[in-house]
Every structure is written in C-alpha cells, then in structure tokens.
C-alpha cells in the first residue's frame, strides 16, 4: 500500500488521481515539480551556431534535443524507432540525446542498424546542458 502517490507535474498528479486505485483508496496526489531550475535556461542565440558546429549539425537543420539517464525505462528505444521512421525522408532533422547509462551502446546500435547514425548525436553525459539546450 502507499499514503501518497507524487507527480512531477500538475498533469501527471492529476492522471494519477483519476486511476481507480487512487479513487478506492481516496488518496489524491502530490505535485512536487520536477527538480530542474528553469531559470538556469535563457536562450542564447549568440551561442547557437557555435554548439551546432561543435555538434555537426547544419545550422538551418532542426534539431531535436533531450536530456536523461539512458535506461531502458526511459523508452529511448521507441525515441529512435520513430525517428527511423521519419529520418530518411527529412534529412535536414538531426536529434541530440545527452546523457549515460545503461543503454548507451544499445541505442547507438539500434540507430547504426536503423541507418540513422549520421543524424542521431549521443554526447554523453555533459556539464553545459544548458548551452546545448539554449
């Protein structure tokens, strides 16, 4: 059993609260907002073309970005599945994942296999997300 389920966000809290466990239980959620200090994130326009270039990537090309630990939880895998599908018909897409872990080497795998390595950008884990993501 729990005392209180917890959403990192309004709309997941009240997804939660609609369940009928939730609902049986009389139990609603708590919002405790994702931990990331947003204010940590302005754009930069001036820093733009220069990550792009460091990145490979064109600078009139979109670019699709996330940040996480690379676990098999995460669904990752269905990230590039869907991106295979779409990739070779839009070349001018590029998507960046930063982060590590467990599923590293099988993500890179699966889009080497996909044929979409050239436009999938792994960094690894890195210090300045928020230049990449600005």
């Known amino acids: ?10 709309h997941i809290t009240e997804y939660l609260d609609r369940r009928w466990l939730a609902k049986i239980m009389r139990r609603s959620g708590l919002t405790i907002n ?3 200090d947003l204010t ?13 270039q ?3 990537v064109p600078q009139n090309a979109y670019l ?17 599945q869907a991106a295979a599908q ?4 839009c070349e001018d897409f590029y998507m960046l994942i930063v982060g590590d872990g467990n599923q590293a080497t099988p993500l ?22 928020e230049r990449l993501l600005c």
Do not use: C
Not at 108 to 129: E, K, L, M, S
């Open 108 to 129: 890179r795998r699966q889009a080497a296999t996909a044929g979409i390595n050239q436009w999938v950008i792994f960094t690894g884990a890195r210090p300045d997300v």
């Open 86 to 89: 779409i990739m070779p018909e």
């Open 1 to 10: 059993m729990y005392n209180q389920e917890i959403g990192v966000s309004p």
């Open 40 to 52: 940590r994130f302005h754009p930069q326009p001036e820093s733009r073309g220069s990550v792009r």
């Open 54 to 56: 460091e990145l490979g």
């Open 34 to 36: 994702n931990a990331v």
């Open 64 to 80: 699709v970005g996330t940040v996480g630990r690379l676990g098999i939880e995460k669904g990752y895998d269905v990230l590039i």
